[in-house]
């Protein structure tokens, strides 16, 4: 089974902190994107059983309904999807309108990830975001009436600091059953790049995840960035912590198969030209996926099991890393249940330093 990732280029505004493939647009997403998007996915070869359909952006929400199905129809003429297949849609809170989502449910979308990112207007306006505090209300309300399963999508880090708290309460009253939060990042190559000396400090970084955790109380971390109800967790996403085969399609969009990781073309006038050339592809060794699918798994709750490291490899998990995870173990960050190694609230806070212990190890 393998999700399929659908990226959406297009935005109305660009956000200075962005360092996703986008592109401004004041209309509708061209009708030559929607005729690339199908060439693409028509000549996947790949496996074709999915239980994921997502998404990403961009802003997804801007495709029309009837684009919308056009992609859907290409994905369904294609891919054998499960009854039950998680449909998300990434959309920002300024497109939610009742009339959309009720267009998004007849289609088959299941699953809604809103880019809130603050309930503060300092913290949007910083962000450079175009909608409002008020105008995230609305939306998580609409959503939240519609669908069962919804995302909230939070940034910390984020001047005014002292405003993450009444964001983080204001979120667990939306009551989402998912929601995910990373730390702003001043990427090179970005208008935040240039202003990396505001970055928020290291200890005020930590303090700020804590209190996510903390408050977050109507649902629990099971990932580093991401906190679900049960049974809420991103399928979709699993399938990338759990270093698991995914197809993707539109401009810099990656896909994993038969151990080769490749890249779209990230230029959109290259995609259009070409749609599903790579521009990057790199072909892994048994032993680099063995390492990232050890890596990726210990950003979950759930760790990795001893039997399913050696059902998938056969090989053993002991004999393969034993020497780092237990130095990991000494230094507070894993826990071993004797089956299960699993990160400790310290692994969280520290994931990249689990990441950098194993990526060294040769096995
Ligand atoms: S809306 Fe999302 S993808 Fe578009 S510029 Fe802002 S952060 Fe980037």
């Given amino acids: 089974m393998i999700g399929v990732y659908i990226h959406i280029p297009y935005c109305r505004t660009i956000c200075p902190y962005c360092d996703f493939v986008k592109r401004p647009t004041k209309g509708a997403v061209p009708p030559e994107f929607i005729r690339a998007l199908q060439t693409e996915i028509a000549a996947f070869d790949g496996p074709r059983d999915a239980d994921t359909v997502f998404f990403g952006g961009g802003t997804p929400s801007l495709i029309a309904p009837g684009d919308l199905e056009t992609v859907l129809n290409a994905v369904r003429n294609h891919f054998a999807l499960t009854p039950d297949c998680e449909l998300t849609l990434e959309a920002n809170p300024d497109d939610i309108t009742e009339d959309l989502v009720r267009a998004w449910i007849d289609l088959g979308v299941n699953r809604v990830s809103l880019g809130v990112q603050s309930f503060n207007e300092d913290a949007l306006r910083y962000l450079g975001r175009r909608h409002d505090a008020n105008g995230a209300r609305r939306a998580c309300e609409i959503v939240g009436s519609h669908f069962a399963n919804w995302n909230i ?51 005020l970084y930590l303090e700020q995840y804590a209190a996510t955790q903390a408050l977050l109380h109507h649902v629990a971390r099971y990932e580093v960035s991401n906190y679900a109800k049960p049974g809420h967790e991103s399928v979709h996403n699993l399938h990338y912590w759990r270093n698991e085969e995914y197809a993707g399609f ?50 979950l709750r759930e760790g990795i099991a001893r039997d399913d490291y050696a059902q998938r490899f056969d090989r053993s998990l002991q004999g393969d890393f034993g020497g780092a995870l237990s130095a990991l173990a000494t230094r507070g960050l894993l826990h071993d249940d004797g089956e299960t190694i699993y990160p400790t609230n310290r692994g969280f806070d520290l994931n990249n330093e689990i990441g950098l212990a194993l990526v060294t190890v040769s096995v």
């Fill in 153 to 203: 999508d939070l940034i910390f880090g984020v001047p005014p600091y002292d405003a993450w708290s009444a964001t983080l309460e204001e979120t667990a009253r939306m009551n989402s059953p998912h929601v995910s939060a990373y730390g702003l990042t001043y990427e090179a190559g970005t208008p935040f790049g240039k202003r990396a000396e505001e970055a928020i400090d290291e200890d």
């Fill in 250 to 299: 539109g401009p810099g969009a990656y896909a994993f198969v038969n151990g080769v990781r490749a890249r779209n073309h990230v230029k959109l006038e290259d995609y259009l030209q070409a749609p599903g050339e790579k521009c990057e592809a790199l072909t892994l060794s048994d032993e680099e996926i063995r390492v990232e699918t050890v890596i990726q798994h210990l950003r």
